[in-house]
């Protein structure tokens, strides 16, 4: 399989763009900001650097990419007040794939510099962002430069479409109604793979000490042919297949189409942890986000937030396998068949938050 170098989210600022329908995203960073001030809290006890070196990894496009940054920046100046000490500089690196909308961001660096400053009364110290294209399955920053990493519903993306994968026709995810070990057995060996390699390379990059907070959409049982994540990609399958039935689409095309991601259940994510062996794990822990942002009552319109916000992380990846035509018809489908499963149920994404330190 050849590894993915382009962005799965819309470019922009247009009505389908990821960075108008990042919602959901956006309330996963807050709703783990708790998390991100305690490890910072825990981190200052040794002091802080006179330069906190940041980066924020799969920082995406539009204002969620400085969102998290600014949460650490606000918590560090705060604990240097306390402790009337002067507050340090900060330089943030935000790194994505070459091809993700980084112009969409420095845009915003404006707006945001004045509201770092904020209310501060000139006691905040400088801050200096800069972009950091490439994979974060590699390596990205030079040895020991780093004292904080952040990462928020990112490593859910695979490094590829997991090799060897077959016996996967009309589904494009780990499918409820697909009870293939050797389904699951591929995607969880790209996201071992994957996930050891995010771990040591962050090793190098890190200094002693230093911290990561990662946010991941997983799961809370081990079997996953019951969980909400792949029920949903499962929706979008059948949308596929309707729209075959209908002559829009290649039955191949379909079959030969897998999604780059994979939810992992928490018992992976601390064995991965222990056995690659550069960090401690200082805590993990679930929560739970709506599929529809908004938690609208009107399950037809609720269907439709859950579309646009899927359409908007998967479109290009979708558009690039099957043409853009297709595209505003396929979720058209997909918000029905949304509304329909909600109408029965309530669902949720499942996220894992953890703090690590390096050893």
Not at 49 to 75: E, Q, R
Not at 170 to 179: E, F, L, V
């Amino acid at each position: 399989m050849v590894p993915i170098n382009f962005p799965h989210v819309n470019a922009g600022n247009g009505e389908n763009s990821y960075a108008q329908n990042s919602l959901l995203q956006k309330k996963i960073i807050l709703k783990a900001r708790p998390y991100l001030e305690e490890a910072i809290m825990k981190w200052s006890v040794s002091g802080f650097p006179n330069c906190v070196k940041l980066a924020k990894l799969g920082c995406s496009s539009g204002t969620n990419a400085l969102l998290g940054i600014s949460k650490i920046i606000d918590t560090i100046h705060e604990i240097c007040q306390t402790m009337n000490i002067e507050s340090s500089e900060f330089q943030v690196f935000l790194n994505d794939l070459p091809g993700i909308d980084f112009n969409n961001i420095f845009k915003s660096l404006p707006s945001f510099y004045e509201g770092l400053m904020e209310g501060k009364e000139g006691r905040m110290g400088n801050c200096f962002v800069t972009g950091m294209p490439g994979s974060f399955y590699g390596r990205i920053f030079p040895t020991c430069s780093l004292d904080f990493v952040h990462s928020s519903a990112s490593l859910n993306w695979l490094s590829q479409v997991p090799a060897g994968l077959k016996n996967n026709e009309g589904h494009i995810y780990m499918a409820d109604t697909c009870h293939r070990p050797d389904v699951l057995k591929a995607y969880s060996e790209q996201f071992q793979k994957d996930f050891t390699s995010f771990l040591g390379f962050r090793s190098k990059e890190i200094k002693p000490g230093g911290c990561m907070v990662i946010t991941i959409p997983g799961r809370i049982i081990e079997d996953p042919s019951g969980d909400d994540f792949c029920d949903l990609w499962e929706l979008l399958a059948k949308s596929l297949m309707d729209m075959f039935a209908d002559g829009l689409v290649e039955e191949a095309d379909v079959d030969s189409f897998n999604l780059p991601l994979y939810n992992p259940f928490e018992g992976e994510v601390r064995d991965l942890i222990e056995e690659e062996g550069s960090f401690n794990l200082d805590k993990l822990e679930t929560f739970e986000e709506s599929w529809d942002p908004y938690d609208e009552s009107d399950k037809l319109r609720s269907g439709q937030n859950v579309a646009i916000c899927v359409r908007s992380v998967t479109e290009p990846m979708l558009a690039t396998r099957f043409g853009d035509a297709i595209i505003p018809h396929l979720f058209g489908r997909f918000a029905i068949r949304v509304s329909e499963d909600l109408s029965m149920k309530k669902r949720h994404y499942y996220l894992i938050v953890f703090s690590l330190t390096k050893k």
